[in-house]
């Protein structure tokens, strides 16, 4: 069993929190545009917002630790196939989902403490307010987490056919290496 990446795979913690963090992103995607619909007597009016800022400090935590963690366990190599059209795609759309991402974490902590209050994590743990916002920040705070989300999910669906056109079309290795599997 190997948790660290070489030059030839992923390793089990790599492709832990790629898939992991996958799937939370499209899980509070969904759970946004959701409770962006409830009305206010409806039960989940207030419940939803608390469990979507809970769920999005872990994920803060999460992509902080995969940061720290490309630099501890960098990548493998890229293919040798890969053309440097490729290389600089591949680095342009990781560069760009890791900005979006922290960009959707920043307006989404700007949001949740614009009143002053500290975000509670379940009942753990509370993040303080360090910042407070007027309401035309918040908006504006609003309006770029809302199309932030947006723009990582449209690029991680490019991410993910990009990921099955190595598999089926280039026939190479890409997919297999961030499922875990190691080339024969």
Known sequence: MHFKNDT?????TSVLIHWV???VIYGMFALGLWMVTLGYYDVWYHRAPELHKSIGVL???LILFRIVWRFVSPPPLP???????TRIAATTAHLLLLAG???ILVTGYLIATAEGQPISVFGWFGVPALVTLGPAQTDLAGDLHLWLAWGV??????HALAALKHHFIDG???????????SS
Not at 8 to 12: I, V
Not at 153 to 158: A, C, D, F, I, Y
């Open 101 to 103: 991402l922290i960009g």
């Open 153 to 158: 999910v449209v690029l991680s669906v490019l």
């Open 79 to 85: 293919l040798s196939t890969y053309s440097a059209a």
């Open 172 to 182: 190479d290795v890409t997919l297999k290496r961030m499922l875990g599997r190691r």
């Open 21 to 23: 963090a996958a799937l």
């Open 8 to 12: 030839q795979a992923f390793g089990h």
């Open 59 to 61: 994920l803060a935590a």
